[in-house]
């Protein structure tokens, strides 16, 4: 039985590092981070897990898919696609399977595992035009 990739959540600053900068790059090394359990999160990362992309800052949305391309410290990420609609903080904050999520009650934390509902529910509340 082969195990599904983690998902993971980072966060970046569009006017330091946007999607459109990813996507222009190909690849970049998530580097950076500071907060032990963010750093402990990007450790944990393997080559082929899925990453959610998430504009802090003004945007406060999550815009893009990307895919860890080579583990280590720190892990190499690259784009796969944008959302078909960014899905914006305050829809994930509704949403019940986000309730005890890092991402709603640790709102400074920079790397998020996600689970696979969730991973889930951003996809459809991107398809849901919210």
Do not use: C
């Not at 970049?28 to 907060?35: L, S």
């Not at 904050?93 to 640790?106: G, N, R, Y």
Request: charged share 25%.
């Amino acid at each position: 039985m082969t195990q599904r990739p983690a998902t993971w959540l980072l966060k970046t600053e569009p006017s330091e590092f946007s999607y459109a900068d990813l996507e222009k790059a190909g690849k970049a090394r998530w580097d950076g981070v500071a907060n032990p359990v963010a750093l402990a999160n990007l450790r944990a990362m393997n080559k082929g897990d899925r990453v959610v992309i998430y504009h802090t800052g003004k945007e406060r949305k999550v815009v893009g898919l990307a895919q860890v391309v080579a583990a280590g410290d720190p892990p190499e990420v690259a784009p796969t696609g944008r959302l078909e609609n960014p899905v914006p903080l305050q829809a994930i904050k509704e949403h019940e399977l986000f309730a005890t999520s890092p991402l709603v009650t640790i709102g400074r934390l920079s790397v998020v595992p996600l689970d696979e509902k969730q991973w889930k529910a951003l996809l459809a509340l991107s398809r849901a035009k919210i």
